[in-house]
């Protein structure tokens, strides 16, 4: 079985201010690929980013950055500086190589709130 | 741009009454998906098509069918809307077995 946890289910910040989103995943196999994807106001799911399992390597994208850690099964994504139009909600996802392999397993969500 | 659009993109219906979702895509993917997303659920996979007329269930299929004649187009029927269909539902597909890029989304109310 697989499963993700959003632990946070809103998270207000000022803007400006960094702030963290937390994403912990269980997984049977060892091959899989892990996601983040937007939802701002307007409904629509934005796709940001997709890992690896057999790479930990962290990545940035600008304000954005992710930080995977396959020893505590976590993969956290963190805003730098964060604006009103990060304002969302912000999913992550697993879904595994092998087998049922068209499944992908969404976390419940973390909603962010940016104030000015 | 994944160049995915669905149809209607509104729908409000009454309890009992069949409702045909469309999903169309322009760049002939081979994986198409339907979600519905509903508050303290996250979104979950309703059935999903490797193909055409290759389909099969996803988590929640109870009380929903799809077809899919052709490449581009996935539908998802509802035969008899219940309440409890009342949601948002997402199509996505994906170039192979990775990244699912999604539709921008069809709401559903069932009186």
């Known amino acids: 079985a697989q499963k993700v946890t959003q632990a946070q289910t809103e998270i207000s910040v000022v803007e400006k201010e960094d702030v963290t989103l937390d994403c912990v995943y269980e997984t049977r196999d060892t091959t899989y690929y892990l996601f983040w994807y937007k939802q701002p106001p307007s409904g629509e799911l934005v796709f940001l980013i997709r890992?690896?399992?057999?790479?930990?390597q962290n990545e940035i994208s600008g304000r954005y950055s992710w930080n995977f850690q396959k020893s505590t099964s976590s993969f956290n994504f963190t805003i730098t500086a964060s604006q009103v139009v990060d304002s969302a909600v912000y999913f992550c996802a697993l879904k595994n190589s092998g087998g049922s392999n068209y499944k992908l397993t969404f976390g419940k969500g973390t909603l962010l709130t940016v104030n000015p | 741009d994944a160049g995915i659009t669905q149809s209607p993109r509104h729908k409000v219906t009454e309890t009992g009454t069949p409702v045909t979702l469309r999903c169309h895509q322009t760049e002939n993917h081979r994986y198409m998906y339907w979600y519905r997303q509903d508050p303290g659920h996250g979104l979950r996979l309703i059935h999903y098509s490797y193909g055409v007329k290759d389909t099969d269930k996803g988590e929640v299929s109870d009380g929903y069918s799809v077809s899919r004649s052709k490449t581009e187009d996935f539908l998802l029927t509802l035969e008899s809307a219940t309440s409890s269909q009342t949601s948002v539902y997402f199509c996505a597909i994906s170039t192979g077995l990775e990244t699912q890029y999604f539709g921008p989304g069809t709401r559903l109310l069932v009186l």
């Open positions: 890992r690896n399992s057999f790479d930990e």
